[in-house]
């Protein structure tokens, strides 16, 4: 949805791929490489380093890999890729059909998402998943336009009522049954709940970030991508097998909490000799004139 509310399609069809292609597809080898480094490190340690690089660096399984992210070691990377498509298609369906028969369309895409999902026929770049997004990411930009017109009082308000919805409903659906959601591999139980809680916790989150957009801090944070690269599992998995080892223990909550505080005291860390430095300089520009 958060990608619907800021969705332009102002640009030439290629100057729109070549953006989606730098805000999305690059991020992922980014990604990629620190995940890869993390892994061969841990099976290095374990002494599985040569059947990894067998099992994941064949030439099939490379193709299988970036085509399908089929390699479980880069964890929720899948969403890249998925958001791509659905950007492609979002902008062919803004700029070639019209308003009218637009919904149609995405209905008809969305059912055909869920076909592909029941056969198990799997797409490149999870095309399927992008398909079952789509109503999602249409709904994104009316509902923010709607909410954004709310004063704070009244952002507090829908925020306490649409959060007690879906947490009812959620804990209603699946106190008796073992309800499992993984958007990743198309599991979504009933379609139409999954799309309610779907909406309903989306306009939580819209309503919670209005309330506290002003924060100074949670802008910062927002804005820095140190915190998506420094609290991504493979960082508190390396920390928590440390901690493991140093303590000897295997509770994992006490080990993920450990690891989490830890990762984001450098991160603050390392924030504060980034924003420090670029202070110093501007403070020297500022004093010199150059």
Request: net charge positive; glycine share 6%.
């Amino acid at each position: 949805m958060t990608s619907g509310i800021v969705f332009n399609t102002s640009y030439s069809f290629a100057e729109f791929i070549k953006k989606k292609i730098k805000g999305l597809l690059f991020p992922i080898i980014k990604f990629a490489i620190i995940l890869e480094i993390y892994y061969c490190i841990m099976n290095f340690i374990q002494g599985n380093l040569t059947a990894y690089l067998y099992d994941h660096y064949s030439f099939y399984k490379m193709i299988r890999n970036v085509m399908f992210l089929y390699n479980v070691s880069w964890g929720g990377l899948w969403y890249l890729p998925s958001l791509f498509i659905v950007s492609v298609i979002g902008y062919i369906l803004n700029n070639k059909i019209i308003n009218k028969t637009r919904w149609l369309c995405i209905c008809v895409l969305t059912v055909l998402g869920f076909i592909l999902i029941k056969y198990d026929l799997h797409m490149p770049f999870y095309t399927e998943i992008s398909l079952i997004a789509l109503p999602f990411f249409y709904l994104g930009k009316p509902i923010y336009n709607g909410l954004k017109n709310l004063n704070i009082k009244q952002c507090k308000l829908m925020f306490f009522i649409v959060s007690l919805c879906w947490i009812c409903i959620t804990f209603i659906f699946s106190y008796k049954n073992n309800i499992v959601i993984q958007m990743a591999s198309g599991r979504v139980g009933n379609p139409c709940l999954f799309y309610l809680i779907g909406i309903l916790g989306s306009i939580s989150v819209m309503t919670m970030s209005l309330c506290i957009k002003s924060v100074p801090i949670i802008q910062l944070v927002g804005r820095e991508t140190l915190f998506i690269y420094g609290l991504h599992y493979p960082v508190v998995a390396l920390f928590r097998f440390i901690i493991k080892r140093m303590i000897h223990t295997q509770n994992i909550v006490l080990t993920t909490s450990i690891s989490i505080i830890l990762s984001a005291l450098i991160i603050a860390f390392l924030m504060c000799v980034r924003f420090g430095i670029k202070y110093n300089i501007y403070n020297r520009v500022k004093k010199t004139g150059k």
